[in-house]
C-alpha cells in the first residue's frame, strides 16, 4: 500500500497569530489551536486532555498555555502539562507556512 501525499488546507494567516492568546480554527472537525512559539507557530490539539475545555480561550504565558477552565499550563515547546497535574501531553500537528498563510494537513498528522 502506497500512502499518499497529505492535502493541505489553509486554515489562517500568519498575522492572525498572536503572541499573548491561541487562535482555534477547525480542520477535519477538529479544534486545533495555533500559538506562536519561539521558533514561530505551533498547532496542538484545541480541546484539554482534563475535562475538554476548549483550549482556544486559554492564554500564553512565558511559553506555557493556561487551560481558561481548571488553569491546567501547558509548556508550548513540547505540549507536556505542567507540575500539579497529571494529565498526557498536547498532541502537535504538523503545519506548514506558505505565502504568509498556515497550512494543516487534513486530517492532521501527529508529530512528536
Known amino acids: 500500500m502506497v500512502d499518499e501525499e ?3 488546507r ?3 494567516k500568519v498575522a ?3 503572541e499573548n492568546a491561541p487562535v482555534e480554527v477547525g480542520i477535519d472537525n ?4 495555533l500559538v506562536r512559539v519561539r521558533d514561530g507557530i ?3 490539539q484545541g480541546i484539554c486532555p482534563h ?3 476548549r483550549l482556544g480561550g486559554g492564554t500564553v504565558i512565558d511559553g506555557w498555555l493556561r487551560c481558561p477552565q481548571h488553569r491546567a499550563m501547558f509548556r508550548l515547546a513540547d505540549g507536556v ?16 507556512i506558505e505565502a504568509g498563510a498556515v497550512l494543516l494537513s487534513d486530517p492532521p498528522t501527529i508529530i512528536d
Open 6 to 8: 497529505p492535502v493541505w
Open 10 to 12: 489553509e486554515v489562517a
Open 16 to 18: 492572525e497569530v498572536t
Open 30 to 33: 477538529m479544534a486545533v489551536i
Open 42 to 44: 505551533a498547532a496542538y
Open 51 to 53: 475535562q475538554s475545555a
Open 81 to 96: 502539562c505542567g507540575d500539579g497535574w497529571e494529565l498526557p501531553p498536547l498532541r502537535r500537528y504538523a503545519l506548514r
